[in-house]
């Protein structure tokens, strides 16, 4: 039995729990891209055994101790093995989204300069047809699917021994993962074994009531793997032995759907986009949701509808959904309980779940100041949101003067705008580059959604000199004009909007709207009320 009581090594993660005896049962909704042959139903032991297996592919190409390994292919829950695999050999991972655009990865891959970049072959073509050759940006390339010109292929290194585990220093780095990049390039944001591992996923491993998985759950996620949230998921949730952990690799419903049916979770969480996407697969009875009695959303903002239709489709008495409010940087920075009667209550009042819940108490320290000044401001007055967090990153890879910008004393800028309220919790304003003169982007995007459901998202983007543009997300990229004028007509002034298909909006790898690549798609002017400098 190992000594730890809660989970502080990601390269020896599924060893320790193997030694702990846990039981757990794995299921993918697709069988590993690295290992097809291993299928979709794992047990714990053997996890531990394949990413020793992985960590000697690592070792076979090159990789050793201090190196950084870059990881960008199609989502996977094998994001996870493969950085346990590199920080198994004292290797530093490095998550990035193949939802990247190919001059993004360039960047991002020059700031890293990996020994090794594990890759597959859709995105190396993919790159090279938008001429960034990725195989040229790292020391060496390993083909997980296949076969690449001056790459390895897992034939060539598989069956090579991997070395005793490493166990680096608590305060090294230990994984490396990028932001959103809703505005931009993305930032590459270092971890240690102490912020990721023992501070996030340590604090979620306790079974803390309604939140901590219990030992008949069936525990599922959804969301993009190449985010570090996939590392303190995994952690977090295998540490408390839950029944069964489920791992779901596309936000695709033919993928999705018969696998969520044939598990049926009870606890599940998955970034916005994903839920609403899928919102529409909660009526009806029967529904591969009527078992959960915990939903979770981190990432971005819910809108209320997509929380009603959620909760409302599970057969529990007393669901309960747990909204929370942090970034890659931090990890949670808050946390609030909504539930069907608080849901319905607040119906068209506003804002609703942008009541973002109170700071994580001994764990997290806020303040609200004027964004000119930087001196605190009133409580329920709104400004730049400061924060002290035990979670908070080591870094920005290749940026530091980015990194030092953003602290003032003991406080790290997050760069949204939102206020303290009175009884101590966070209304969420906007991202300050996103900000706009007559109020919230946020609220008025709520506030769509209430009044139409066939607007699927709507994002509302500020013009000095003009009304803000927002932008309606439908299905089939429709919209009544006449429906939408009626529902905005006690709004600030709105332009009427523009409509796109849900397929043709830019988006992160977590499904966030990439606002200024949308901007420059529908012809709008770069420029905005905010000036961008905390992003």
């Not at 989970?7 to 020896?12: A, E, F, N």
């Not at 069964?244 to 033919?254: E, F, G, K, M």
Request: proline share 8%.
């Amino acid at each position: 039995m190992t000594p730890f009581t809660k989970p502080i090594h990601l390269g020896t993660l599924f060893d320790d729990l193997a030694a702990r005896g846990h039981g757990t049962a794995v299921h993918l909704s697709r069988p590993m891209d690295i290992a097809p042959d291993l299928g979709g139903d794992l047990d714990v032991p053997r996890l531990a055994e394949f990413v020793a297996e992985v960590a000697g592919w690592l070792v076979a190409a090159g990789v050793g101790l201090g190196d950084r390994v870059a990881i960008a292919k199609r989502n996977h829950w094998d994001y996870v093995v493969l950085s346990c695999a590199a920080a198994r050999v004292g290797a530093v991972p490095a998550s990035l989204s193949a939802h990247l655009d190919p001059s993004v990865l360039e960047t991002l891959l020059k700031r890293l300069e990996p020994a090794l970049l594990v890759t597959d072959t859709a995105l190396l073509a993919a790159c090279r047809e938008g001429g960034t050759d990725l195989a040229s940006l790292a020391t060496r390339t390993l083909v997980v699917d296949g076969t690449a010109e001056g790459a390895l292929s897992t034939d060539d290194v598989r069956g090579a021994a991997a070395p005793p585990p490493r166990r680096p220093p608590l305060d090294a780095p230990l994984a490396v993962m990028h932001t959103s990049g809703t505005t931009g390039v993305p930032k590459l944001v270092v971890h240690s074994t102490r912020t990721i591992m023992r501070r996030l996923a340590g604090f979620e491993a306790h079974r803390w009531p309604l939140l901590g998985s219990r030992p008949d759950d069936t525990v599922a996620g959804a969301v993009s793997f190449a985010h570090g949230r996939a590392l303190a998921w995994t952690a977090s949730v295998l540490w408390l032995a839950p029944a069964r952990l489920l791992a779901v690799s596309s936000s695709d419903w033919a993928e999705a759907g018969p696998f969520l049916e044939r598990h049926r979770p009870t606890t599940f969480e998955a970034q916005p986009a994903t839920y609403v996407r899928w919102q529409d697969r909660t009526g009806g009875p029967g529904g591969p949701f009527e078992r959960v009695r915990l939903f979770i959303s981190t990432f971005d903002a819910m809108h209320p509808p997509t929380v009603r239709a959620f909760l409302n489709a599970t057969r529990r008495r007393h669901p309960v959904w747990m909204q929370g409010w942090g970034q890659s940087e931090t990890g949670p920075l808050t946390f609030r309980f909504l539930t069907r009667r608080a849901m319905a209550a607040e119906r068209g009042r506003h804002p609703t779940t942008r009541d973002i819940g109170r700071p994580i108490p001994t764990r997290t320290s806020l303040r609200v100041v004027d964004p000119r000044t930087l001196r605190p401001v009133p409580r329920g007055d709104a400004g730049l949101v400061f924060c002290r967090s035990e979670a908070l990153c080591l870094g920005y890879v290749g940026e530091e003067e980015r990194w030092r910008s953003k602290w003032v004393g003991q406080w790290w800028n997050t760069g949204d705008l939102g206020a303290l309220t009175r009884t101590g919790s966070v209304r969420l304003v906007d991202r300050e580059v996103d900000a706009i003169p007559e109020g919230s982007c946020l609220e008025l995007e709520d506030v769509v959604a209430d009044r139409l459901p066939q607007v699927l998202e709507c994002v509302v983007l500020g013009r000095p000199g003009l009304p803000s543009l927002p932008v309606a997300v439908t299905e089939d990229g429709a919209l009544d004009l006449s429906a939408w004028r009626r529902a905005v007509t006690d709004l600030p002034p709105l332009a009427d909007p523009v409509v796109m298909a849900w397929d043709d909006v830019p988006r992160t790898g977590t499904g966030k709207v990439r606002r200024s690549v949308l901007r420059d798609r529908i012809g709008a002017a770069p420029d905005t009320h905010g000036t961008g400098r905390w992003t």
